[in-house]
C-alpha cells in the first residue's frame, strides 16, 4: 500500500513539474471567465449616441416622421368627427324650441269672459308672428279633457306635453266680482294654472322652458292688467271702497298658480341620474384591464391550460358578476348621501317633492337598473378592447362617453333629427329608468329595461368571437416576434 501511494506521488509531482507558465493563465477557471467576460462585453457594447440629424438616423427618422404625421391626422379626424357629437346636440336648440309643445287649455266657456280668450289669442298670436324663439304653444278645448283641469296635469305628467297653461272656469266672473262687491279675500292666483315637471329633464326646464314661461307670465299679467284698469276705471258705477277693499282685484287682477308636479330635488340627486352615471361606463372599461391579468393565468406555463371555451364563459360569467357588485357599490353612494328610496309613490296630479316610485322596493330597482346598465356599457367595451387593442381603445372610450353623454344630459327633442338614434343608447334608457325611480315620473321602466338587454344579448352574442380573434392576433404577433 505503501509503494502504490509513493508511486501516485511522483506522477503527480511529474504532472506539476510539466506545467508551463504560460499554460497556467489558461487553465485558471477564473482568469478564462474574465477573459471570456471582457471580450463578450466588447463585442455587445452599444453604439454611442448620436444626433437627431445623423445620416446613420436617416431610415428610423423617416420611419418616426411617417408614423407620427399618420398618428396626428388619425387623431385629428377623430377629435373633429367624435368631438362633434358633442357640440351638434346644441345646434339649433333656439329654432327648435317649437318642439316643446305646451298646451293652452281654457275652461272659460262664458260669451262674456276676458281672461280665456285673451290668453289664447296671445299663445296662438306667438306663433304665428314666429319672430322670436318660442316654445310650441297649442290651443285645445278644455272637452278633449272632459272638463277637468285635473286630466291635464294628468297629460302632463304622463309626458304629452312639457308645460300646461290652464285657465279656470270662472276666471273672469271671479274677478268681476271681487270688483263689484269689494272681496278682499279675492286671490289673482286662482285665475290661471300653470303646470310642469321638472324632474324629468331639469335642464331644459331651467334654461329653456321655465324662462320662456315666465316671460309669457309677465307678457299676459301685464297687458292684462292694462286693459282691465282702464275697463274698471272707467265704470263709474263701481265704488272707490270697493277698489279699496280688494285692491289686488285691480291689480294685478289675474296670475298664475305654479304646479311643479315632480321637482328636480334635492340637489344631491343630479350625480345619480346625470353625471354620476358616466362613472358606470368608465368604471366598466377599465374593469378591462384590471381581470384581464387574472384571467389569463389560466393560460401560463406551469399548469395545464384551461380549455379556450370554458375559459370564455369564465370570463363572460365573471365579469358580470363583477359588474354585479360593482353596481351594488356605485349605488350605496347615493344611499349613503341620503337620497330618498324608500317613499311612496304619489297621485299624478298632485306637487310631490319626496315621492318615489316603487316604495321600499326602490332602491333594488335602482340597483338593478344600475347593474343591467353597467353590463350594456361594458360588455361592448370589453369587446371594443379585445378587437383594436392598444392604444386604440382610448379612441373607443372617448366615442363611448361622448355619444352616451350627448344624447342623455340633452333633450333630443331640440337637437337635431341626426340624433334620433340616441333613443336606443344605453344611457339614455339609465337615465330615463333611474329619474323613474327617484323621482316617481312618469315610467317607461319597461321599455328602458328591454333596450338595455338587448344591448347584453347583441354583446354576448360577440363575445365568442372577439376572444377567438384577440387569440389569433396574440399568436400571430408572437409567431412574427
Not at 407620427?68 to 377629435?79: D, H
Not at 353625471?275 to 401560463?300: C, D, E, N, V, W
Not at 371555451?309 to 349613503?336: E, G, P
Not at 343608447?425 to 338587448?454: C, M, Q, Y
Request: hydrophobic fraction near 45%; aromatic fraction near 14%; glycine fraction near 6%.
Amino acid at each position: 500500500m505503501s509503494g502504490d501511494a509513493r508511486s501516485r506521488e511522483d506522477d503527480n509531482g511529474a504532472s506539476s513539474d510539466r506545467t508551463l507558465p504560460g499554460d497556467e493563465k489558461d487553465h485558471n477557471p477564473r482568469s478564462q471567465q474574465n477573459a471570456d467576460g471582457g471580450e463578450k462585453g466588447d463585442q455587445s457594447e452599444s453604439p454611442k449616441p448620436v444626433g437627431f440629424w445623423d445620416s446613420s438616423l436617416k431610415q428610423v427618422r423617416a420611419s418616426v416622421f411617417k408614423n407620427w404625421l399618420l398618428t396626428v391626422t388619425i387623431l385629428c379626424a377623430f377629435i373633429l368627427c367624435v368631438l362633434s357629437l358633442y357640440w351638434a346636440v346644441l345646434f339649433n336648440v333656439e329654432p327648435n324650441l317649437t318642439k316643446l309643445p305646451v298646451f293652452v287649455v281654457s275652461f272659460e266657456t262664458e260669451p262674456n269672459a276676458l281672461v280665456g280668450p285673451m290668453v289664447t289669442e296671445m299663445t296662438e298670436g306667438i306663433v304665428k308672428a314666429d319672430k322670436m324663439p318660442h316654445l310650441g304653444y297649442i290651443s285645445l278645448p278644455p272637452a278633449q279633457y272632459n272638463h277637468d283641469p285635473m286630466r291635464v296635469r294628468d297629460a302632463i305628467y304622463e309626458q304629452a306635453a312639457y308645460a300646461a297653461i290652464i285657465v279656470n272656469s270662472n276666471a273672469t266672473q271671479m274677478l268681476r266680482q271681487a270688483v263689484e262687491q269689494g272681496n278682499s279675500s279675492y286671490d289673482p292666483l286662482g285665475a290661471m294654472q300653470m303646470v310642469y315637471v321638472t324632474a324629468r329633464d331639469e335642464d331644459s326646464y331651467y334654461n329653456y322652458i321655465l324662462p320662456q314661461l315666465t316671460m309669457l307670465q309677465t307678457q299676459i299679467t301685464s297687458s292684462f292688467g292694462g286693459m282691465w284698469t282702464k275697463m274698471v276705471l272707467s265704470n263709474t258705477s263701481i265704488p272707490r271702497t270697493n277698489l279699496e277693499a280688494a285692491p289686488q282685484a285691480l291689480s294685478p287682477a289675474i296670475g298664475f298658480s305654479t304646479f311643479d308636479l315632480r321637482p328636480f330635488v334635492p340637489p344631491v340627486t343630479t350625480p345619480a341620474v346625470t353625471i354620476g352615471l358616466i362613472y358606470l361606463i368608465i368604471i366598466a372599461f377599465f374593469s378591462f384591464g384590471f381581470f384581464m391579468p387574472i384571467h389569463m393565468k389560466f393560460m401560463q406555463p406551469g399548469h395545464p391550460a384551461l380549455n379556450f371555451n370554458q375559459l370564455i364563459i369564465w370570463r363572460w360569467l365573471s365579469t358580470l358578476i363583477a359588474y354585479f357588485l360593482m353596481s351594488l357599490a356605485y349605488s350605496l353612494v347615493s344611499l349613503a348621501f341620503q337620497i330618498h328610496f324608500s317613499k311612496q309613490s304619489a297621485p299624478h296630479t298632485v306637487v310631490a317633492d319626496d315621492a318615489n316610485a316603487y316604495g321600499k322596493g326602490s332602491f333594488p330597482v335602482y340597483w338593478m337598473i344600475n347593474f343591467v346598465g353597467m353590463a350594456s356599457l361594458g360588455l361592448p367595451c370589453e369587446n371594443m378592447a379585445m378587437i383594436v387593442g392598444q392604444p386604440w381603445t382610448a379612441l373607443w372610450l372617448i366615442f363611448w362617453v361622448i355619444s352616451n353623454v350627448a344624447t342623455s344630459f340633452y333633450s333630443l327633442d331640440t337637437s337635431p333629427g341626426f340624433f334620433r338614434w340616441g333613443y336606443a343608447w344605453p344611457l339614455h334608457n339609465i337615465v330615463e329608468a333611474s329619474r323613474t325611480v327617484v323621482f316617481d315620473v312618469h315610467s317607461k321602466i319597461g321599455l328602458n329595461f328591454g333596450v338595455l338587454f338587448v344591448w347584453i344579448a347583441i354583446s354576448t352574442v360577440l363575445f365568442p368571437f372577439c376572444c377567438y380573434f384577440m387569440r389569433w392576433k396574440t399568436m400571430r404577433e408572437q409567431k412574427k416576434s
